[in-house]
């Protein structure tokens, strides 16, 4: 949101109070507390008719400084995300031109007189300023009161993150709404948004707050960063790293981080595809058909029409397509397929569970006691209010039916298009609901797969806020069957991975439209090089012989290499959860000291030791970037000797794959996901020098113990 006309004007109807100079500075009991005045004070009668903005300081984690910024104290304080807070040893130390407090590494040094300046220094370096105009009480033109807070930015300094943003890899120079919206991936709206962005400049800054963040990013004003929320207060933190990584283990730290998901959501998932007509003999042809042509399937999915058509959620299998759905999934989990199912948290008026929902109490209302509806999706819909605990048990026990007849996984879709015109059981504000109701949400379902085996709990879910990273996994949302979209699909995983999440998916071939085959081909590594692979359409259905045989041979080598992986996989699952770190990481997390690394969104490492460079063009043409080091081919065993950029042209079974330097890779089956990590016995060094040595760690999926296995070269 913009406030400004240019740099020394306001827009027309905006008025700012800003924080001009620290008035009372006082420290109590590890925390700090600043009286910021918001115009000169230079005698007493200067203290009247004058506001003042008071800020907060103290520390929930080593490296990490939170400020509160407070307008008026009055009201109810804003919906904010649970922290898993320890006890740093913080110190407080003032002299007559500075107060200094600090919390591990980090320092944030308030300057007094009569000019606003708040420094963020590490090791006597400064990181970050808040200077003139950084803090701001603001009476909008549309009559409403916000917080605006402002972080200065370097020369050169990037942002990335910001949850899983299709737009420009790095965000400077864009404007962001940090608010759940189902727009599709070729926009610049977001199903998870995420307050939380790291630059280049060795921090990060996460904004806890649960509602809408509106953002500026090196655009209204070019030499800052601007968060502002509607309201009277405002809550972030500061967290040194200094680098990606260690930032990205600070803030889940404090946020959560993922479980290691279940060995068998490696593998690849199968979809019937949304509007597609199919029933139990279609589901078991593809099944069949997968099986003839020695492609291994982990995963079946059932999308929405499983339930009968207006009647979405009603959790009951439409008995016209599945008359014996129990039996169906017994004879599909005998061959040793997990089974998935799509649902939703809306409630349509068709369905059975509509009037039950509604004399309980159980779905959300307005304010004249009416159950809030739309035809928006489905006809009558409504919305479960989770802020009920009896209406996510009730919630809970209609899964629990499905969880009885065999189902495995939920594909938890939806959860963006969250209403504000509504009262919630619990009287939570709307505003600051309508991200978090997400988390609710999916939090509901996985508690339930829990509940039923604590290792085998996983989701499938597209909405996400703070916190979602704990309930996995997600996927990427509604794109398109383009190369372009192949693109921007990276673009979101890349940054969503550097907002704490993971595990990340998306589909294969894109979700609109029926993509060409090269398009399809050239995906396919994509998808089974992503932490979790599948394959689902809209109109139709992405079994690969539809496109042609080559595809079937894509699909069949690069399942299989992805089975034989999961012994270096699992143990990155492993640094998901220990570490906070992506499985498909942004090359400036694993190369921070390389600038070059800093831009590039067309490739990722897929953990610390394989570099994965997807072809985005029919013709397999593609240039890359290879880091410092020696980089071995995966697939031919040449070396070729980083720094470089290398233009190569791959069939489509091929993609530029590479492996770093003094890596240790363990191969083990082809055919499964599901053996024993450890046992595995294909070992390989790569660009080791004679004599020296290098370690990996293998995980077992049966008990989880760690195995250490050492190449010498």
Known sequence: MKFTDGFWLMRKGVHAKYALHPHRIQSENNSVKVLAATKTINHRGDVLNAATLTMFMDSPLADVIRIKVVHHAGGDAPIRFALDESAPKTTFTEDEKSAQFSAGALTAKLHKGKKWNLEFLANNKVVTTQGEKSFASIDNADGKHYINVQMGLGVGESVYGLGERFTSFIKNGQSVEIYNEDGGTSSE???????????????????NHAGRVSMEIASEAVERVQFSVEGEELEYLVIYGPTPKEILKKYTALTGRAPVVPHWSFGLWLSTSFVTDYDEATVTSFIEEMKNRDIPLSVFHFDCYWMREFEWSNFQWDPRVFPDPKGMLTRLKSQGLHISLWINSYIAQESPLFTEGKENGYLLKRADGSVWQWDLWQAGLAVVDFTNPAARDWYKSKLRALLDMGVDAFKTDFGERIPTDVVYFDNSNPGDMHNYYTLLYNQTVFELLQERNPKDAIVFARSATVGGQK???????????????????????????????????????????????????????????????RLHGNESVRVPWIFDEEAVDVTRKFTKLKASLMPYLYSVAHEARDLGLPMARAMLIEFPDDRTCHFLDQQYMFGSSILVAPVFSATGEVEFYLPAGTWTNFFTGAQIVGPQWVKEKHGFDSLPLYVREKSVLVLGRDDTFDYDYQSATDIRGYALEKGESASTILYSHINDKAKTVTVTG
């Open 471 to 533: 309930l996995p996994v997600h996927w990427g949302g509604d794109n398109s069957s383009s190369f372009e979209s192949m693109a921007e699909t990276l673009r979101g995983g890349l940054s969503l991975g550097l907002s704490g999440f993971g595990y990340w998916s998306h589909d294969i071939g894109g979700f609109e439209g029926t993509p060409d085959p090269a398009v399809f081909k050239r995906w396919l590594p994509f998808g089974l090089l992503s932490s979790h692979s």
């Open 189 to 207: 709206q977001a199903y998870k948004n995420i307050p939380f962005y790291i630059t280049n400049a060795g921090y990060g800054v996460f904004i």
